[in-house]
Nanobody, 123 residues
Framework: QLQLIESGGGLVQAGGSLRLSCAVS????????IGWFRQAQGKEREFVST????????LYASSVKGRFTISSDDAKNTVYLQMNSLKPEDTAVYYC????????????????WGLGTRVTVSS
């Protein structure tokens, strides 16, 4: 059974950068999609980005494309989300999630979730 632990959140000024980490334990094989999602206060959880662990294929939400970069480190069993040019509207709790098979953007397609890490972007 996979377990996911997020870290790296914090408070940053608009225009700044943060790197989130998702430590993955219990992984067997590489046929997983690991996604990043976020949920702002009072809003639904939304897709941010996802990566296919086996072929490094990626997807991004249009709102973060060009600013965020997802990557994986097989040796460290960690997926990263590099967030640049942060905006106040990026403020949310960020979650990583896993699913078996190919990558999808729907949160409902992911069945294993971490507890989240909070990102606050001040204006």
């Amino acid at each position: 059974q996979l377990q996911l632990i997020e870290s790296g959140g914090g408070l940053v000024q608009a225009g700044g950068s943060l790197r989130l980490s998702c430590a993955v334990s219990g992984r067997t094989g590489s046929s997983y999609g690991i996604g990043w999602f976020r949920q702002a206060q009072g809003k639904e959880r939304e897709f941010v980005s996802t990566i296919n662990w086996s072929d490094a294929g990626t997807l991004y939400a249009s709102s973060v494309k060009g600013r965020f970069t997802i990557s994986s480190d097989d040796a460290k069993n960690t997926v990263y989300l590099q967030m640049n040019s942060l905006k106040p509207e990026d403020t949310a709790v960020y979650y990583c999630a896993a699913r078996s098979g190919f990558i999808l953007s729907s949160p409902a397609s992911y069945n294993i979730w971490g507890l989240g890490t909070r990102v606050t972007v001040s204006s």
